[in-house]
């Protein structure tokens, strides 16, 4: 049995002794280092400026300030002037929530734009989005006064 003990691999005292010293509750793999929060965080502040450098007019703080106030209007009676104050600057917004707003405008030709918008975007849409915008687009077809609106709206209905 002795011949037996001696060939098989048992660590050294010194060996044990180590591993009795690190916690048991310590990665085995040597520590990595990891890049610092800060270069994570300029990173990310500089791919900001570039989408915003991209984006062109639509990155800068004003559209930001007039997107947020379109948002923050809706329902009051200053929400049509803040989306003619937004639209004759930068045009429609490309964001499908923001344009689902902009059906409640009860302004003619922003809706009829808007309805030209969502059939141009509508393949690109999420399935829940495509959902939302085909109940919106109903509900202003059944509710809107103009013939033009509403017929627009049936014609875009039959496409989707």
Known sequence: MGEYDDERDRPSWREID?????SR??????????????????????????????????GTLEHDKLFNKIHTS??????????????????????????????????????????DRFESIYPNLTDRMKEDVKRKVSIVRLTERSQKVRERAEAFLEKV
């Open 18 to 22: 180590r591993l009795r010293d690190r």
């Open 25 to 58: 509750h310590v990665r085995r793999e040597e520590k990595k280092e990891r890049p610092q929060k800060i270069d994570r965080w300029k990173s990310g502040r500089a791919r900001e400026a570039l989408e915003r450098l991209l984006k062109g007019e639509k």
């Open 74 to 115: 809706y329902g009051t009676e200053s929400f049509l002037r803040h989306v003619k104050a937004y639209i004759e600057r930068y045009g429609l917004p490309d964001d499908p929530s923001t344009l689902m707003l902009l059906m409640d405008t009860k302004d003619e030709k922003i809706i009829r734009d808007v309805i």
